[in-house]
């Protein structure tokens, strides 16, 4: 399996998916007539890519009646594997977030009450159930924390690859859990990874933009950074004020610093695939030029596909990949991560098949056989039939006044903010070994000794006489 050629015409028109000849179905259409489109300009951006999986991840279950299935992730991982593409990425096992870091943006109680909480006790904690938000969508479940810190971890670990320099883009599908307060969960969210990977993210870069595609409105990321302009969040999502979470109105925008950094396109039922992208790529390239992040964070709930459990849009993946496609290519770093996605089998194609777009790498329509095959049948193939359940009740005036209005929202903010950086701590990833720690701490004092040693300081070369390093063999006399 070989790199791919992409095509791009940036920013302006041209975008393209690569597939093989003779697959079929509406998703693949869609990236058929986008190939035709381009204009045979070849990409030579060629990332690093780092992958962040844990294979228990996937064992957490929220309940047998519950639409979220961390299982998603197994079937995920194995499509990834078998399709061959941790050859084009580094693969990581990440370590589980720790309380403290956590605590970056979680209350002290709300985490001792996620610590302490399980099936067996949780009569105990009645009484808090309330306060913290438990019931159907946020049951309690075994193993809980430590599946908040697994998925956590990864995202924090991703942000730190990122700014370290090792990697280019970073893929943690494990993440995405955007609906998550600082005081409670919701929406299935109990811990905000991706606020918690944004915080180690401003430790570097001085703006970073926040994306999500996911069905329902980013709640959760966007009221974490309303009130500053370092972070412009930017969600695309279905609202009608009763639809979850209920917020998300295109007139929600932030406040003090943050006034006009908070990016809202509220959506209709039914949007298709032309629609989608199109406006996607409209809104995106404005958001770009005026903001100039440092670093994206995108996330990509899989919950806006068509026939998703519970969406109601009619998006391919072919269209959804197609914003991921369209993100890589402004070749600013970048981490991916999940989300919603309820239909697994869907879920687990489309990550898949967005994982192999990040790499730059074409995938086979028909899927590879996993010990999970049977989840696939009758079709096993990558694009299946998606679209056309519901109707699109997005008209072209709607979208048209929708782009319009954001686009005057941006004007607002005459340029990117600048922003006083410090010189990040060296020990940024704050994880290092007390022995490598300490080993640091001798290596560093040994070297303000030489320095104060006038006698370690580096000679001129005007000074190198009676030793062997004299030059006057240089001028032709003989040795001393």
């Given at each position: 399996?070989?790199?791919?050629k992409?095509t791009?015409?940036?920013?302006?028109?041209?975008?393209?998916?690569?597939?093989?000849?003779?697959?079929?179905?509406?998703?693949?259409?869609?990236a058929?007539?986008?190939?035709?489109?381009?204009?045979g300009?070849?990409?030579?951006?060629?990332?690093?890519?780092a992958?962040?999986m844990?294979?228990?991840?996937?064992?957490?279950?929220?309940?047998?009646?519950?639409?979220?299935?961390?299982?998603?992730?197994?079937?995920?991982?194995?499509?990834?594997?078998?399709y061959?593409?941790h050859?084009?990425?580094d693969v990581?096992?990440?370590?589980?977030?720790?309380?403290?870091e956590?605590r970056?943006?979680?209350?002290e109680?709300?985490?001792?009450?996620?610590?302490?909480?399980?099936?067996d006790?949780?009569?105990?904690?009645?009484?808090?159930f309330?306060e913290?938000?438990?019931?159907?969508?946020?049951?309690?479940?075994?193993?809980?924390?430590?599946?908040?810190?697994?998925?956590?971890?990864?995202s924090?670990?991703?942000?730190?690859?990122?700014?370290?320099?090792?990697?280019?883009?970073?893929?943690n599908?494990?993440?995405?859990l955007?609906?998550?307060?600082?005081?409670?969960?919701?929406?299935?969210?109990y811990?905000?990874d991706?606020?918690?990977?944004?915080?180690?993210?401003?430790?570097y870069?001085p703006?970073?933009?926040y994306?999500?595609?996911?069905?329902?409105?980013?709640?959760?990321?966007?009221?974490a950074?309303?009130?500053?302009?370092?972070?412009?969040t930017?969600?695309?999502?279905?609202?009608?004020?009763d639809?979850?979470?209920?917020?998300g109105?295109?007139?929600?925008?932030?406040?003090?610093?943050?006034?006009f950094?908070?990016?809202n396109?509220?959506?209709?039922?039914?949007?298709?695939?032309?629609s989608?992208?199109?406006?996607?790529?409209?809104?995106?390239?404005?958001?770009?030029?005026?903001?100039?992040?440092?670093?994206?964070v995108?996330?990509?709930?899989?919950?806006?596909?068509?026939?998703?459990?519970?969406?109601v849009?009619?998006?391919?993946?072919?269209?959804?990949?197609?914003?991921?496609?369209?993100?890589?290519?402004?070749?600013v770093?970048?981490?991916?991560?999940?989300g919603?996605?309820?239909?697994?089998?869907n879920?687990?194609?489309c990550?898949?098949?967005?994982?192999?777009?990040?790499?730059?790498?074409?995938?086979?329509?028909?899927?590879?056989?996993?010990?999970?095959?049977?989840?696939?049948?009758p079709?096993?193939s990558?694009?299946?039939q998606?679209?056309g359940?519901?109707?699109?009740?997005?008209?072209?005036?709607?979208?048209n006044?929708?782009?319009a209005?954001?686009l005057?929202?941006l004007?607002?903010?005459k340029?990117?903010?600048?922003?006083?950086?410090?010189?990040?701590?060296?020990?940024i990833?704050?994880?290092?070994?007390?022995?490598?720690a300490r080993?640091?701490?001798?290596?560093?004092?040994?070297?303000?000794?030489?320095?104060?040693?006038?006698?370690?300081?580096?000679?001129?070369?005007?000074?190198?006489?009676?030793?062997?390093?004299?030059n006057?063999?240089?001028?032709?006399?003989?040795?001393?």
């Open positions: 399996m070989g790199r791919r992409e791009i015409t940036y920013p302006s028109g041209t975008f393209s998916a690569s597939v093989h000849e003779g697959s079929v179905g509406a998703g693949l259409e869609f058929s007539n986008l190939d035709a489109q381009s204009g300009v070849v990409e030579h951006y060629r990332p690093r890519v992958y962040y844990r294979e228990q991840a996937g064992n957490f279950h929220y309940g047998r009646q519950h639409p979220m299935k961390p299982h998603r992730l197994t079937l995920t991982n194995h499509l990834v594997l078998n061959g593409l050859k084009y990425m990581y096992e990440p370590r589980q977030a720790t309380e403290d956590i970056e943006f979680h209350a109680d709300y985490i001792e009450f996620l610590k302490r909480v399980t099936p006790n949780q009569k105990e904690f009645t009484n808090c309330f913290f938000n438990i019931g159907d969508d946020c049951p309690i479940f075994d193993g809980m924390w430590d599946f908040c810190r697994i998925y956590s971890g990864a924090i670990e991703a942000a730190r690859k990122l700014i370290s320099g090792s990697a280019d883009l970073a893929i599908w494990m993440g995405g955007h609906h998550a307060k600082k005081y409670e969960p919701s929406g299935f969210c811990v905000n991706i606020v918690l990977a944004i915080l180690q993210l401003l430790r870069y703006r970073v933009l994306i999500d595609i996911d069905i329902h409105h980013g709640d959760g990321v966007q009221e950074f309303y009130t500053t302009d370092r972070v412009m930017c969600s695309f999502h279905k609202y009608n004020g639809f979850f979470p209920g917020t109105a295109i007139d929600e925008m932030g406040s003090g610093l943050g006034k950094y908070a990016i396109v509220p959506l209709q039922d039914g949007i298709d695939d032309r989608y992208t199109q406006l996607f790529k409209t809104v995106i390239t404005a958001v770009m030029e005026t903001f100039k992040p440092g670093a994206i995108l996330q990509c709930g899989a919950d806006s596909l068509g026939l998703d459990r519970l969406g849009f009619n998006l391919s993946i072919a269209a959804h990949g197609e914003c991921v496609r369209f993100m890589r290519r402004f070749g770093p970048m981490m991916v991560i999940g919603g996605g309820y239909t697994i089998r879920v687990a194609r990550w898949t098949y967005e994982t192999g777009i990040v790499c730059g790498t074409e995938l086979p329509n028909e899927l590879p056989a996993t010990v999970y095959s049977d989840f696939f049948a079709d096993h990558l694009h299946p998606l679209s359940r519901v109707v699109n009740h997005n008209t072209r005036a709607y979208l006044a929708l782009t209005r954001i005057e929202q004007r607002y903010l340029g990117a903010p600048s922003v006083q950086m410090q010189e990040a701590p060296p020990d990833q704050g994880f290092l070994e007390s022995e490598e080993a640091k701490d001798v290596r560093s004092d040994r070297a303000k000794d030489a320095k104060d040693d006038r006698s370690a300081r580096r000679e001129h070369v005007a000074e190198f006489y009676e030793s062997d390093r004299d006057d063999a240089d001028d032709g006399a003989p040795p001393a």
